[in-house]
């Protein structure tokens, strides 16, 4: 008879081990059953840490008076290299003759850019009348046109009551205006005839500040405006309405939405990041009107996910901004008014 070669088992020594008796059960925590298999358990939602890298710059905005002759982009770069901060940019670019109001914009808060370009910009502006330039400012040789000498400060108010409410305005052929996916002023220094197209552009207020008369004459106008209005476009127009031909000099801004030119900070005053980061803004103070919404810990966390939340008191309908339990911005986003939930679109780090 055939000896079986199958191997026959022995219990080990100890406790014995069988396939019907169940172990027992681990009281680890992470053998908890979940559901249909063994896993974790589910915690509570709890916001990101912030993260704490020394090398990471503060996040906020910077309220710089730019000087003449110096471009926009090159005071980012000077106060990137200054700060060592990774993101950096700008809010409303100035010509490169103009002084005034930049906003510097550090971290997160670039990601605002686009709401702050919403904001009304005021300036001041010197117009000299009885000339004409190619690039309607100061940088090109003047022509003559015409004779200023007969106008007086009632002919230029009247002259700029033209120039407020909804206008149809074109950009200076010296511009930074795309045309066939080149800018303008690329074209003009090649010497294309082509200029850009006129566009619909929002004037709030054109006031006259002063009056030289003369040969010479020069009008101070302060004017109040929205995004992409060129003032060298409303001083060449407004040359053009008196008859006698006229460009953009001396031009300071002086406000950009709640940011004024008397609490500026000239950029050789700043030696150091933590110069900066005392001058910094909050990030909000670049946005539009918005209704304000308070996050607790968990709704944060699931803002931060980009998941929509439920806020009480609910808001209204329209653009929202929610804040976190400390009162710092956490998103932008909108109502809505189905779901009666906050919605968010753009969540800050």
Known sequence: MARSTRRRYAPRSGAAVTFARRGRRSKSRWTRPCGLSWGPPRRRSLPPLHSSDASRFSTGVLNVDKAAGETSFAVVNRLRRLTGAHRVGHA??????????????????????????????TYVADIHLGFVTATDDAEAPREAVGDPARLVAADVESALTEFTGRIQQQPPAFSAVKLDGKRAYELARAGAPTRPAPR??????????????????VARVEV??????????IARDLGHKLGVGGYLGRLVRTAYGPLTIENAVRIEQLVEPDAVRDR???????????????????????????????????????PLRAHDAEGRLVALGHTDPLRRTFVPEKVLS
């Open 280 to 318: 910094l803004l909050p990030a909000e103070v670049i946005l539009p009107d918005m209704e304000r919404v308070r996050l607790n810990v968990e709704q944060e966390a699931q803002v931060r996910q980009g998941r929509s939340v439920r806020v009480l008191p609910e808001p209204e309908p329209g």
């Open 200 to 217: 619909e552009v929002e004037v709030y207020e054109a006031t006259l500040l002063d009056f030289q008369p003369g040969p010479h004459a």
């Open 92 to 121: 409303g670019t100035l010509d490169p003759l103009a002084t005034g109001v930049l906003p510097v914009l550090f971290e997160s808060a670039t990601r605002l850019a686009e709401f702050a370009l919403k904001l009304p910009k």
């Open 224 to 233: 109040r405006c929205g995004s992409g209005t060129y003032l060298r476009s």
